[in-house]
Structures are given as C-alpha cells and as structure tokens.
T-cell receptor, first 115, second 112 residues
Framework: NAGVMQNPRHLVRRRGQEARLRCSPM?????VYWYRQLPEEGLKFMVY????????ESGMPKERFSAEFPKEGPSILRIQQVVRGDSAAYFC?????????????FGPGTRLLVL | DAKTTQPTSMDCAEGRAANLPCNHS???????VYWYRQIHSQGPQYIIH???NNETNEMASLIITEDRKSSTLILPHATLRDTAVYYC?????????????FGKGTKLSVIP
C-alpha cells in the first residue's frame, strides 16, 4: 500500500516564478493537509482539503498561495510570484476522512528553494 | 488550544528504553494526545495516539496520567535509527478541521 507521494522532491525557482507542488494521498484517503516547515522551525499548518472542497485555509498566507484537491488527480499547492521567504519544506498529509480525530500520514515533502 | 511542553533534548543508550515526557496541563476532555517523530528533515512519522487509556503498538507505548495532564512515550529498546525529533501534539479538533500544531519537540539522540 503506497504511502503519501509528493513531487517534485526538490524544486528550485527564481524570484517571481510560480511553484506547483503535488500531493497524492494514500489509497483510500480523501482528506489532504498541507504544512510548511521553515528552516530550523516546526511544521505549521496551512490548509485542509477534501475532494473539490477547501475545509480550512486559516494557515494559508493571504496572497500568492492557493490549494486545490480536484475530483481526479493530486492535490496541488500553488505559489505564485515566489519570494526568497517561501524557501521551505512543504509537507502533505492525508487521512481517510471517515472518523473524528483521525491520524494524518505524511509524505516525504517538497523542498523549495527560491533563488 | 492546549499547549504542550517537552524537554529540548534527551540522550538514550542504544538498547535501553527511551522515556520521553510531555506536559499538557490544559488539555480538554475530547482532545487526543498524538506523537510523531521527524528523522533528519524527512516527513513526520506517526507513532501513536491516545485519549485516556494507555496505548501500545509495534513502535511504542503511550502512558497517559489519570488526570491527563501529562504523558510519556516509551520506546522499549531504542536503536540508532530512533534518533529523531519527537513531537507531542494535542489535536485541535473542531468544525471539521484537524490542525496538528508542531512545537519544538524533543531531540532524542540514541548513543551507541
């Protein structure tokens, strides 16, 4: 049973470019969460999505960041016009979406470097 | 939101039990205690969770005090591969959102 998959694992962008990070949840999971980890810091929640629905985006920066989880295909975290401060590790997690307080399983992360 | 307090770092001899404490004195009755670990910038790995009762799985045991104000994660026979940052997290559950709030965790070093 494959785990949470993220790609690319490493992404280099120049300031002003767009970054697209992909997350495929575990098989059978319909809930996806995105977290960001800045250098030397803990993970911070960004957004929680179900298929075709954003449930909680309270941790998302107000500008340039967006997330989606379409009916078909992976969840996408999109960062427009990247700046150096966006350099971080971005982790996706998934859960089954069937019960309250269920466990989240994390992917290996995408390390974004903005030059 | 309940906060957690963990020691910054701990050492453990290889083969011995590692006991990692966590204080969560403001935990409410319907909040779970979760433990994750992160090995050298990899994705966090789920270890175990509990509500009231002690729990055990193939990785670890979780001991929760009767008043639920603190807990201890026990790795029964630590190996070098258990060197990681361990996070004790109280799950914030409400209105369909399940944010995991990661603090600084405890950096566990397993010594040969």
């Amino acid at each position: 049973n494959a785990g949470v998959m993220q790609n690319p694992r490493h992404l280099v962008r120049r300031r002003g470019q767009e970054a697209r990070l992909r997350c495929s949840p575990m098989k059978g999971h319909s809930h996806v969460y995105w977290y960001r980890q800045l250098p030397e810091e803990g993970l911070k929640f960004m957004v929680y999505l179900q298929k075709e629905n954003i449930i909680d985006e309270s941790g998302m920066p107000k500008e340039r960041f967006s997330a989606e989880f379409p009916k078909e295909g992976p969840s996408i975290l999109r960062i427009q016009q990247v700046v150096r401060g966006d350099s971080a590790a971005y982790f996706c997690a998934s859960s089954p979406g069937t019960t309250r307080g269920e466990t989240q399983y994390f992917g290996p992360g995408t390390r974004l470097l903005v030059l | 939101d309940a906060k957690t307090t963990q020691p910054t770092s701990m050492d453990c001899a290889e083969g011995r039990a590692a006991n990692l404490p966590c204080n969560h004195s403001t935990i409410s009755g319907n909040e779970y205690v979760y433990w994750y670990r992160q090995i050298h910038s990899q994705g966090p790995q789920y270890i175990i969770h509990g509500l009231k009762n002690n729990e055990t799985n193939e990785m670890a045991s979780l001991i929760i005090t009767e008043d639920r104000k603190s807990s201890t994660l026990i790795l029964p026979h630590a190996t070098l591969r258990d060197t990681a940052v361990y996070y004790c997290i109280v799950l914030i559950a409400g209105a369909g959102s399940y944010q995991l709030t990661f603090g600084k965790g405890t950096k566990l070093s397993v010594i040969p």
